[in-house]
């Protein structure tokens, strides 16, 4: 299947090697003002016409290439890359060097709504209107202040959405890397007839407070009471709501949802099932592993071993008792990990009696996707999960060696689609009357 793809300035497609042998195609480029209009065909096979110029056909089965069909006295050439009983984006363009691009995508609807966001017209289905309004909540004490995000029309469900870890916004950004992954999930699922509540944690933004002071018991506290706002909105039905986390949101989200029988669904994005204290080790040892040969050589020369420096700090953490403490010279939120260390988030998930969503990157530097498996044998319910080839843990795809320093450059643009595309057909299903 593609991978499509958008910066500012234009609208990528990325083949798979296969795709490239098969069909003899390469990754292509176009500029926004190419796109005239986006369309959804139910299934791709179908809607692929005419003659491969050239490409591969397998008849009933799969087409991939070049297609060429005569159309109004001029010959239109269509990129095709379908399969059957998959659904197709069908991208027409103008004044490029293909008239039209047919790509196989489940995420198909979702990716159009996407497009029709930056104002591209969509012939499948015309792009929902979204309203957006702010809204302040109390939890223990602490005031918090976040968005609920609505369709024009009456919502058929509502999700929660919860960021990760650190100063993260109710956009889920941090002040150093605009992840921006609560803000494209709440418009996706707009567009879908899904509300949704993202707020600033404490201390960020318009929520006031220190959020090096919170602990993750308070985190849990401020998502409970998140997820008791929502519930209470106009027009949200109760029974129709899901708790959708990223990252440490993932943690929470599965903390809300524990013993919880009146959620439709629990979404863990990027979310490790193992104690913490295992994670952030596990993490120290990848961004060991991840540096460069002169630098390693360099700390070995030194006797500095990373991981041994992590493992002293949080000697040190756990032998402190204030909410924030210095280590080598540096505030810490001592409460948050001396919390998150002790956490264990599969006592959690084999309480929740909703159905689940599970997704996670292999290319995932912070989380192994091979929790995916702990989720699936430990939650009781329905599990549904998704291991996503070259997807980082910002939910964009990351080609080659996984590496960190890659960040800044991956969020420049969006989530993925495919991301995008099954947890909002999921949250749609698991939602329905």
């Not at 418009?187 to 929520?207: F, I, N």
Request: proline share 6%; net charge positive; hydrophobic share 40%.
């Amino acid at each position: 299947m593609p991978t499509i793809t958008s910066t500012p300035s234009e609208l990528s497609v990325s083949f798979s090697v296969y795709e490239k042998v098969a069909g003899l195609v390469r990754d292509i480029s176009v500029p926004w003002a190419a796109v005239a209009a986006v369309s959804v065909e139910r299934d791709g096979m179908r809607a692929a016409r005419g003659i491969r110029a050239p490409g591969l056909g397998v008849p009933g089965l799969r087409k991939v290439g070049t297609w060429r069909r005569r159309e109004g006295g001029r010959m239109r050439r269509t990129v095709v890359s379908v399969r059957r009983g998959q659904p197709a984006l069908r991208i027409e363009l103008r004044g490029a060097r293909w008239d039209e691009f047919l790509l196989g995508h489940e995420g198909a609807r979702t990716v159009a709504d996407t497009l029709a966001s930056r104002g591209v017209t969509t012939e499948s289905s015309p792009p929902t209107a979204i309203r957006e309004h702010d809204v302040r909540f109390t939890s223990e004490g602490a005031t918090l202040a976040g968005t609920v995000c609505r369709p024009d029309s009456p919502a058929r469900a509502a999700v929660l959405l919860l960021p990760g870890s650190g100063p993260l916004d109710r956009e889920g950004s941090h002040p150093r890397l605009q992840v921006d992954v609560s803000r494209q999930l709440a418009h996706a699922l707009a567009a879908r007839g899904v509300a949704s509540l993202r707020y600033d944690k404490r201390g960020v933004g318009a929520s006031p407070g220190d959020w090096r002071a919170a602990g993750v018991s308070d985190l849990v506290a401020d998502a409970r009471a998140a997820r008791a706002l929502l519930a209470s909105q106009p027009g949200v039905d109760p029974a129709r709501v899901v708790v959708l986390g990223h990252s440490e949101g993932a943690l929470l989200a599965a903390a809300v949802a524990a013993g919880d029988t009146h959620l439709a669904g629990v979404v863990l994005l990027a979310g490790a099932a193992r104690p913490g204290e295992e994670v952030l080790v596990q993490q120290a040892e990848r961004l060991r592993d991840g540096l460069p040969a002169v630098l390693r050589a360099v700390m070995r020369l030194l006797r500095i071993d990373l991981v041994d420096r992590v493992r002293g700090n949080h000697r040190r953490l756990k032998a402190t008792t204030a909410d924030v403490a210095r280590v080598n010279g540096a505030r810490v939120n001592a409460r948050w990990v001396r919390e998150y260390m002790a956490h264990d988030p599969v006592e959690d998930i084999r309480r929740i009696t909703a159905p689940v969503l599970a997704i996670t990157g292999e290319k995932d530097l912070q989380v192994s996707s091979d929790d995916l498996d702990v989720v699936r044998s430990t939650a009781p319910a329905e599990v549904t999960v998704h291991r996503i080839p070259d997807l980082s843990h910002t939910l964009r795809r990351q080609p080659g060696t996984p590496s960190l320093r890659l960040y800044r450059e991956e969020v420049r643009r969006p989530v993925d689609p495919e991301v995008v595309g099954i947890v909002t057909e999921w949250v749609v299903r698991h939602t329905a009357a």
